[in-house]
C-alpha cells in the first residue's frame, strides 16, 4: 500500500504553472495577494497534466456523476479522482474534514488500477461508474 507521502492533491486552481500565464507564473509576486483572479484552465488542460504525473486529483464537485466530459477526460487519460460531493464540503474547513474522514479509503484506493473516480463525504465513499 503507497504511503501518505504517494498521496498528491492538485484542483484546477493549482494546476501546473504551464498553464498560468506566463507573466504570473514567474512573477514572484503572490497573486491572491494581488487579487488577479487566474483563468480557471479547462478540465481537458489540467486532467492530462496531472494523470500523467500520477498523483492523485482530489476535486469538490458535488455534481460529478452528471460531468461527463469531467469523467471523460479522467477515463481517456486514465486518472485518478476523489470528488468531495457532500454539500458541507463548500469552506476550506469542511473539505479538510471529508478527507480526514476518508483518509483511510483514499489511501486504500490509490492501489486499485486506474482510472477511476470516487465521491466520498465524511461518512461515505463510492465509486462513479466511467461510462
Same mark, same amino acid.
Given at each position: 500500500?503507497?504511503?501518505?507521502?504517494?498521496?498528491?492533491?492538485?484542483?484546477?486552481?493549482?494546476?501546473?504553472?504551464?498553464?498560468?500565464?506566463?507573466?504570473?507564473?514567474?512573477?514572484?509576486?503572490?497573486?491572491?495577494?494581488?487579487?488577479?483572479?487566474?483563468?480557471?484552465?479547462?478540465?481537458?488542460?489540467?486532467?492530462?497534466?496531472?494523470?500523467?504525473?500520477?498523483?492523485?486529483?482530489?476535486?469538490?464537485? $458535488?455534481?460529478?456523476? @452528471?460531468? %461527463?466530459?469531467? &469523467?471523460? *477526460?479522467?477515463?481517456?487519460?486514465?486518472?485518478?479522482?476523489?470528488? +468531495? #460531493?457532500?454539500?458541507?464540503?463548500?469552506?476550506?474547513?469542511?473539505?479538510?474534514?471529508?478527507?480526514?474522514?476518508?483518509?483511510?479509503?483514499?489511501? $486504500?484506493?490509490?492501489? @486499485?488500477? %486506474?482510472?477511476? &473516480?470516487? *465521491?466520498?463525504?465524511?461518512?461515505?465513499?463510492?465509486?462513479?461508474? +466511467? #461510462?
Amino acid at each position: 500500500m503507497p504511503t501518505s507521502s504517494a498521496l498528491r492533491a492538485s484542483s484546477p486552481i493549482s494546476a501546473p504553472t504551464s498553464l498560468i500565464p506566463a507573466t504570473l507564473a514567474r512573477s514572484s509576486t503572490n497573486a491572491n495577494a494581488l487579487r488577479v483572479p487566474l483563468p480557471r484552465p479547462r478540465d481537458s488542460e489540467w486532467i492530462p497534466e496531472v494523470a500523467g504525473r500520477g498523483w492523485l486529483i482530489i476535486t469538490r464537485d $458535488r455534481h460529478i456523476q @452528471e460531468h %461527463r466530459l469531467e &469523467i471523460a *477526460a479522467v477515463r481517456e487519460h486514465r486518472a485518478k479522482m476523489v470528488a +468531495l #460531493t457532500a454539500a458541507d464540503a463548500g469552506s476550506v474547513f469542511g473539505q479538510l474534514e471529508v478527507v480526514m474522514s476518508r483518509w483511510r479509503d483514499i489511501e $486504500r484506493c490509490l492501489a @486499485e488500477p %486506474r482510472p477511476f &473516480i470516487y *465521491a466520498a463525504t465524511r461518512t461515505t465513499m463510492r465509486q462513479i461508474p +466511467l #461510462t
